[in-house]
């Protein structure tokens, strides 16, 4: 069986290896892999999409948008927050969710439109 996606033959450009490896030791990658690893789950990237629409919600707005629980949401939300994702508020009971920064929108945004854009040359 031949596989058309692999090379033929195995060779490298080392001066591109070692280059890239070079940059590579220079980064850490591991906490950008546990950043997708939590967006990975669909409550959680339903979660950073809401709060791409809103400022803020509160944990029952969120639990209500994603079909889900109040603690299923809060357990959500703890994981965004650790993986420093999303901050919160807390207005006498209530507590507001909120994306950390602009970066979450980015990255919600242009993953939307690379998975349209795929859907698009199927």
């Known amino acids: 069986m031949r596989r058309e996606d692999t090379c033929e033959i195995y060779c490298y450009n080392e001066e591109k290896v070692h280059r890239i490896r070079g940059k590579l030791q220079k980064e850490d990658l591991s906490g950008v892999a546990r950043l997708f690893k939590t967006l990975a ?19 029952c707005d969120i639990a209500n948008i994603i079909g889900a629980t109040v ?16 901050k919160y508020r807390k207005e006498g009971k209530l507590v507001f969710y909120s994306l950390d920064d602009d970066h979450m929108k980015q990255l919600i945004m242009i993953a939307l439109s690379h998975e349209k854009e795929g859907k698009a040359h199927v």
Do not use: F, P, W
């Not at 789950?41 to 944990?59: G, H, M, T, W």
């Open 41 to 59: 789950d669909e409550n959680r990237a339903k979660i950073v999409y809401s709060l791409c629409q809103e400022d803020e919600l509160c944990v």
């Open 71 to 86: 603690a299923t949401a809060s357990h959500h939300l703890r994981t965004l927050y650790k993986q420093g994702a999303v």
